[in-house]
């Protein structure tokens, strides 16, 4: 191996256009934010099995793959929330730079913490997903006990209780989950996602 | 959505399993170590290009990729060396778990942080691939300049001049890049991997 050889062979590297390509996709970043509760997570799931079942490869982001991995040193600070979002952020664009399809959740509560994603990712392959309950559904819900928690004051600046959420105002796909079935939701999801996704000839 | 509606489907969860189906391949993580201008990164290129025209699905990691996003607020203290191997481990490990082939190519000088990286990917899914070049070859490649700066004291702690290279002792393999072609050497790791990227029937 001469010194020459050691630069990287530029045309031969492999580009995001081969991957998507190989996968018969377009990749993306969906972005869902909403309140704890809302049904960000269990619609993802639904989603990223529907969209492999249909041929599409996606990967889902969330608080289970996210903060108990690479995110496990971030505290709830203000400062780490930033660091959380933008982290997540990184991993969505090397995911879309693989042509995979990336399914994340996280409340992202604030417009500026959103923002700051789509920078990240780059506006032309950034959703922004509204999935939209009222709090007193999503806290009906309650599946992990956090509003519960919240309410007696063990849990700070929860976002709903003691923390604001900034809805967005022009999401590009807003889901009512109070008033669609998971079933229901997913397929919204999935119709609006289809042509974003598919290859053009 | 009813509250019981909202617990993932558990039973309908995409794993990692039907992700490597339909890629058709296991996925692993190859951590490929040596010195500054062994070749790792050429190699890793070269790699998933010849993965990829056969049929894998590989994606690299580097400086490129890594340094200039999730790991750009790292310095080169001990301590954010050791942040900026975990982050690459954890982003790998969410790779393999994508079903994806993930090769590596970071210095990790001492056996304690590959060890560490080790052991947050799975012993049985992490490949140590050690580039082996003496530092006489790599230095006169020098390809960024960067021996020539930590020469002249402006890069501190550079592994190879004034920061030890820890060989591994039992690599998975072991590629001699001063006696060897990219080619060559490419072919030695593709041949190497291939049985165990292979999906068993």
Known sequence: ???????????????REDRQKR???QSKVLWLTGLSGS????????LERMLFENGFFAQVLDGDNIRSGINNNLSFSMEDRQENIRRIAEVSRLYLHSGIIAINCFISPTKAIRAFARDIIGAEDFLEI?????????ESRDVKGLYQKARRGELKEFTGIDSPYEAPE?????????????????????RFLLP???IKN
Chains 1, 2 share one sequence.
């Open 130 to 138: 509204y999935i939209n309950a009222p709090l007193d559904v999503c």
């Open 170 to 190: 022009q999401p590009d796909l807003e889901i009512r989950t109070d008033q669609a079935t998971i079933e229901e939701a997913t397929e919204m999801l999935y």
């Open 196 to 198: 974003q996704i598919q």
């Open 23 to 25: 996968l018969g996709q």
């Open 1 to 15: 191996m001469s010194k020459k050889d050691i630069h990287p062979i530029f045309e031969r590297l492999l580009q």
């Open 39 to 46: 049904g960000k997570s269990t619609i993802a799931l639904t």
